[in-house]
């Protein structure tokens, strides 16, 4: 799995814009919306993220200070994605940690990236929600009748109709 | 349908008219503690509900909040009243005004129509503030600290009245038809039994009559003899028979009372005619008669006495005037040789001769008074004695008269008993006749009695297969109520077969459900992240009767126990909002949010920004009260802000006067789209 390309998928689906750019630290996903923007940075291993996070983030806002001057309180909605498909779990922790560095910008910082599902877990704070349940028609009649199926399908109908309870049990006796 | 504007005077802590206009995007309003930010919450939800359930179980000094509601501080508020304003999509208002004197404008149903639609839940507006209004105070108590049936059923009533939620209450209600219907053919078939068994009864006691049954000829020839008059009909002959049985025993009773008497009366003139008491009876005369004399004679002894006794009296009184005479005389002496008491010439010899005769003569009087004393009291002791005796002999001759007195009474009573019941006066000195007459009386009431019993036998026939075909009819109706009880008790395991299987398929609809909003409960976790490690929540439902809604994290560990209370906080918030995002039953899309982050760390604050900058791109109208303005700040920037759906930044302070008031109000417009290309555009 390409996580450029899984975080470039989800986030057009969420209505950014996205494009690559090459730095001088390898290619950077960038992305922006009608509220945000950002930078998506992958590397290879926990130990090359936890190391050129920072560096990669000065980068990023380096070559885009002029415009993220010109924009205003939008500059405050800046986010650097640091992704890794490293499984190496004495680490994710520190990796995690990097999220609570409130400095420069809003910082995504995530190991164990290795399917479609996990880059959108990690890019969840950027998406709009995911879950959508759908409630639709519960089909209880058609439930219940099966479920009865010993009783009478008079019985069954005159118990989801109108008919007042004292003559369902009469039908009911009638019919068992 | 999202709110529009709130307007409120005289509500809670604001005096003065305040006006709120809220953006159709977002609005964020901040302020200090108490300058009215929760109080915008309360107006809301008084407006749509008429109280404010966060307070609802709160009383102090027998006041609640309802004491309350209006303005009670300094001053006199213009008016008191709550205006609430939604607008639908087409932007059409509706606007509901709660005055402290005039109430709602709009009625609840009024209010349900419009903000709820579809399968709207049982108090779907109380339901609809409580998952529309997220309050500080209620994001634990209405998450975590929830009991698990309370949770469930906050989930339940989220996702609205189910499919089918009516046929609970009327399965139950046909389980009771039926079960009263089963009662009812069962109360039938016990009495119909209960009939047969006494018909049952009837006809062993036929039967045995039936065995007694013997010559009914001669039966009838017996009643005969004893009702010469009887009528003919078999029935009027029983009953003469019966009659003439029952007053031949009264007879026979009164026949062996006479003859208990007449043997009394003969054995008392027995008695009486005794030679022993014939002498007896003559003793006593004799000696009544001897007594009689003695006491007479003793009378007369007493009599006697009495005249002796009264004459020495008399004596001796004359004896002491003589004394007294001659002790006079005595004391004179002779006068001139002459007495001085009769005048005659004396000597002394003859005067002192005459003095001592004098004297023995007063001597002898005076001596008889104690002899005839004695005589008398003699007489009187002996003629006691006999006036004794004779009452003695009196009362034996009285005794005997008294046995002859009651004697004939007893022979009064006896002839009187025979007249009374009209009894054969031979028998009244024939004790022996009379009891021969009644021995042949009580044979001849046997003969009756054993007469009547063959007759009525012989109509036991007729009555036996009287019985015998009410009990076929009875079996006939037993059988056929006996198949009514069987299907009256098939209706009711049919009926009952259709609560269960009711309530089983509403349960699984409503676990269905629950399971499809668990991936949303599950998101909102794991965007809220309240923990490091346990990284996704799992719910699970128990009971059957009773549901249960338990949250899990981990290892099946319950997070009201291992989560911080910031944590809890996150958690029951990533919980509530679940609840609040899968209502389909109201057009309402405003969430509003009252001081959401207390207690909750800077990096979990941040993940709530984002979730509700992710509601926001839903669409959802976001209205958030803070009090940190940094963070104030922050939901301006981070919730998005459209040119059809714009924010508001709202400051509420204490204006120049003093009053609460709005001090800052800004929209807050879209931002630059294009900035990272060097293209931005406004």
């Given at each position: 799995?390409?996580?450029?390309t899984?975080?470039e ?7 950014y814009?996205?494009w690559?750019?090459h730095?001088s630290?390898?290619p ?5 919306s009608?509220?945000?923007?950002g ?5 290879d291993?926990?130990d090359?993220?936890?190391g050129?996070?920072?560096e990669n ?5 380096g070559r885009h200070?002029a415009s993220l ?11 650097s994605v ?13 990796i995690?940690?990097i999220?609570?560095?409130?400095s420069?910008?809003?910082?995504i ?8 599902d996990d ?15 759908l409630?639709g028609?519960s089909?209880?009649e058609t ?21 007042t309870?004292?003559e369902?049990?009469r ?6 | ?12 802590g604001?005096r ?19 300058v009215?930010k929760s109080?915008l ?8 509900t008429?109280?404010?359930d ?9 006041e609640?909040i ?10 006199v508020?213009?008016?008191?009243y709550?205006?609430?304003?939604f607008?639908d999509?087409?932007?059409k208002?509706?606007t509901?005004?709660r005055t402290r004197?005039r109430?709602s404008?709009?009625?609840s149903e009024e209010?349900q129509?419009?903000?709820?639609r ?5 108090d ?5 503030t409580r998952?529309s209004?997220?309050?500080?105070e209620?994001i634990?108590?209405?998450s975590?600290d929830l ?14 009245a189910?499919?089918?939620s009516?046929a609970?209450?009327?399965?139950k ?13 069962e109360?039938?078939y ?6 047969l068994?006494?018909?049952l ?7 045995a009559a039936l ?10 020839q ?6 010469p ?8 002959r029983l ?7 029952a007053?031949g025993?009264a007879r026979l ?8 008497r ?10 009486y ?15 009544h008669?001897?007594a009689?004399?003695a006491?007479e004679?003793?009378?007369k002894?007493?009599?006697?006495a009495?005249?002796?006794?009264s004459?020495?009296e008399?004596m ?8 007294l005479?001659?002790?006079h005389g ?11 008491l ?7 010899h003859d ?11 007063v001597?002898?009087?005076a ?6 004393r004695?005589a008398?009291a003699?007489?009187e ?6 006036g004794l005796?004779?009452?003695k002999a009196a ?11 009651r004697?004939?009474d007893?022979e009064?009573a006896?002839v009187?008993?025979y007249?009374q019941w009209?009894l054969?006066h031979?028998?009244i ?14 044979d001849?009431l046997?003969d ?9 036998a012989?109509?036991?026939v007729a009555?036996m297969s009287?019985?015998?075909?009410n ?8 059988e056929?109520?006996?198949q009514?009880v ?5 209706a ?7 609560e269960?299987s009711?309530r089983r398929?509403s349960?699984?609809?409503?676990d ?5 909003i ?15 490690d ?5 719910y699970?439902i ?6 249960f ?9 319950n997070p009201?126990?291992v ?5 809890r906080?996150?958690a029951?918030?990533?919980f509530?909002?679940?609840v ?12 509003m949010?009252?001081?959401?982050v207390?207690?909750?760390?800077d ?5 709530l920004?984002e979730?509700?900058?992710?509601l926001?791109l839903?669409?959802?109208q ?5 009090e940190?303005p940094?963070l104030?700040d922050?939901l301006c ?7 059809t ?22 929209e807050?417009n ?6 990272l ?5 406004a």
């Open positions: 799995m390409d996580i450029f899984q975080a998928i989800l986030l057009r689906d969420a209505q814009e996205t690559t750019w730095g630290a390898g950077v996903t960038c992305f922006e009608a509220a945000l923007m930078f998506v940075h992958v590397f291993s926990a090359a993220l936890l050129a996070w920072k983030e000065q980068i990023a806002l200070a001057r010109e924009a205003g309180a939008k500059a405050w909605n800046v986010y640091f992704l890794t498909p490293d499984q190496n779990a004495r680490r994710r922790r520190e995690e940690r999220e609570e560095d409130f420069l910008t809003r910082k910082a995530r190991a164990f990236i290795t399917t479609p880059v959108e877990k990690a890019l969840l704070p950027l998406l709009s929600i995911r879950s959508k349940p409630l028609a089909n209880f439930r219940l009748r099966t479920r009865l199926k010993d009783i009478s399908p008079d019985a069954v109908t005159s118990f989801l109709s109108e008919t309870p004292a369902i049990a039908i009911l006796g009638a019919t068992s | 349908m999202r709110l529009e504007f709130i307007e409120v005077c005289g509500f809670r604001f003065d008219l305040v006006r709120i206009n809220f953006g159709r995007g977002f609005t964020v309003i901040t302020g200090r503690n108490g009215g109080t919450c309360d107006a809301v939800e008084f407006a749509i008429g109280s404010i966060k307070y609802a179980v709160e009383k102090a000094a027998k609640s309802s004491d309350y509601v209006w303005w009670r501080g300094d001053g508020p213009n008016a008191h709550v205006t609430v304003s607008i999509d087409s932007g208002p509706f509901i005004t004197e109430g404008n709009r009625s209010i129509s419009a903000l709820c579809g399968s709207a839940p049982d779907a507006l109380r339901q609809l998952t209004i997220i309050r500080d209620w634990a108590a209405l975590l009991s698990e049936t309370e949770r469930f059923d906050l989930v339940r009533s989220a996702l609205g189910l499919e089918g009516e609970g209450s009327k399965a209600a046909v389980v009771t038809a039926a079960e009263t219907a089963h009662a009812r053919d109360a039938t016990e009495a119909a039994r209960s009939r068994a006494d018909r009864t009837q006809q062993s006691e036929t039967q065995s007694r049954s013997g010559d009914v000829a001669g039966a009838l017996v009643i005969a003899a004893s009702v008059d009887a009528p003919t009909e078999l029935m009027a009953a003469a028979g019966r009659t003439a049985l007053n025993l009773g009164r026949m062996r009372e006479a003859l208990q007449g043997r009394e009366v003969v054995a008392a003139q027995a008695a005619n005794a030679q022993d008491a014939v002498a007896e009876r003559e003793a006593a005369l004799q000696a008669a001897a009689q004399g006491h004679a003793a009378q002894v007493v009599t006697e009495e005249q002796r006794l004459r020495e008399e001796d009184a004359m004896a002491a005037s003589l004394s005479l001659i002790e005595e004391r004179l002496g002779l006068h001139d040789a002459h007495c001085p009769c005048a005659a010439q004396r000597t002394p005067f002192a001769t005459g003095l001592a005769a004098a004297r023995r003569r001597t002898s009087l001596s008889g008074v104690q002899e005839a004695n008398l003699s007489a002791q002996s003629a006691q004695k006999l005796t004779l009452q009362a034996a001759v009285q005794a005997l008269a008294d046995e002859l007195q004697m004939r007893q009064v006896l009187e008993f007249n009209g054969d031979r028998f000195q024939d004790p022996e006749g009379l009891e021969q007459s009644i021995s042949q009386e009580r001849q046997i009756l009695e054993r007469a009547l019993l063959v007759l009525e012989s109509q036991a009555r009287t019985i015998e075909a009990i076929s009819t009875l079996r006939a109706e037993i056929q109520l006996a009514s069987r299907q009256s008790q098939n009711v395991i049919a009926a009952r077969e259709i269960r009711v398929v349960a699984e609809i409503i269905e459900r629950l399971a499809q668990s991936p949303l409960l599950n998101e909102l976790y794991q965007r809220l992240r309240p923990h490091a346990w990284r996704t929540i799992e699970s128990r009971g059957d009767v009773r549901r809604l338990s949250l899990k994290v981990g290892d099946g560990l009201q126990f989560f911080s209370s910031g944590q906080r996150a029951g918030l990533a509530l909002l679940s609040h995002l899968a209502r389909a039953w109201t057009p309402l899309m405003s969430l949010l009252d001081d959401p207390q207690h909750i760390d990096f979990r604050a941040l993940h920004v979730v509700l900058a992710a926001r839903e669409g959802r976001i209205i958030c009260a803070v940190d940094a104030a922050l920037r981070r919730l998005v802000s459209t040119p759906e714009g924010g508001r930044r709202i400051d509420i302070g204490f204006g120049p006067v003093g009053a609460k008031s709005v001090v800052i109000d800004r807050i879209p931002m630059p789209v294009g900035v290309r060097g293209v931005a555009t």
